[in-house]
């Protein structure tokens, strides 16, 4: 299952499936993404992260896509899980670094 | 042990009161924030101190006052509490301003004006 970004804040995919979660992030100078991911009634968790020099990092069943050309990030679930059920965020830093901007968070549901 | 620790977790008032919300952090980090999270799930950021000194304050309205006595402490105090302010505010630290890394959220308190 893909979702679509900003248009489409919800995702639902069935378990064993692989998940891509799309992001448009605003600032062409950021040059450090964040996912995150929210459980209910949980803050945000660090899941991944990727630096403006890189195009593509894996982690555990995670892989972030950057495509600076258009502005996008992607987040790749592999084989997901029930547990993997959440809100995830993308977020950009700027070179300035104060903060991170966070994008429109996108709802997965990962049905059994 | 929890790493950034918010209290409470839950708060329920009345329109008009005034109300604290507390944060810790014992990561060592220096720059601490206040995020603000709407019914939408929108994380919209409202201040940051490095060190103890201000360094973000977004369009907040004046009766939100951050206070930070040390740089493990990032505390909010809200004035005069409006239905509006109904929301989910989250703590969190990062290392320092400018290094590569991410934030550490603390828990959330629900905040619910009635």
């Known amino acids: 299952g893909e979702s679509v970004g900003l248009h489409l804040p919800t995702l639902s995919v069935q378990e064993g499936d692989n998940s891509i979660i799309n992001c448009a992030y605003s600032?062409?100078?950021?040059?450090?993404f964040i996912w995150y991911k929210q459980e209910s009634g949980k803050g945000p968790q660090f899941i991944i992260d990727i630096r403006s020099n890189m195009d593509k990092r894996q982690g555990q069943r995670v892989t972030v896509l950057l495509n600076k050309t258009v502005k996008h990030l992607s987040l790749q679930i592999a084989a997901t899980q029930p547990g993997d059920s959440a809100v995830y965020f993308c977020a950009e830093n700027a070179p300035s670094g104060s903060r991170l901007t966070f994008g429109e968070g996108t709802q997965l549901t990962v049905n059994p | 042990d929890t790493a950034v620790s918010q209290t409470p977790k839950y708060l329920v008032t009345q329109m008009g009161n005034d109300k604290s919300i507390k944060c810790e952090q014992n990561l060592g980090h220096d720059t601490m924030y206040w995020y603000k999270q709407d019914s939408k799930k929108f994380l919209k950021i409202m201040f940051s101190y490095n060190n103890k000194e201000l360094i973000i304050n977004e369009t907040v309205p004046n009766r939100f006052s951050p206070k930070s006595p040390d740089k493990a402490h990032l505390n909010l105090h809200i004035n005069s509490l409006e239905l509006g302010d109904s929301a989910v505010y989250f703590c969190?630290?990062?290392?320092?301003?400018w290094g590569v890394g991410g934030y550490t959220f603390g828990s959330g308190t629900r905040l619910t004006v009635v």
């Open positions: 600032n062409s100078a950021s040059d450090y």
């Open positions: 969190a630290s990062r290392q320092d301003l």
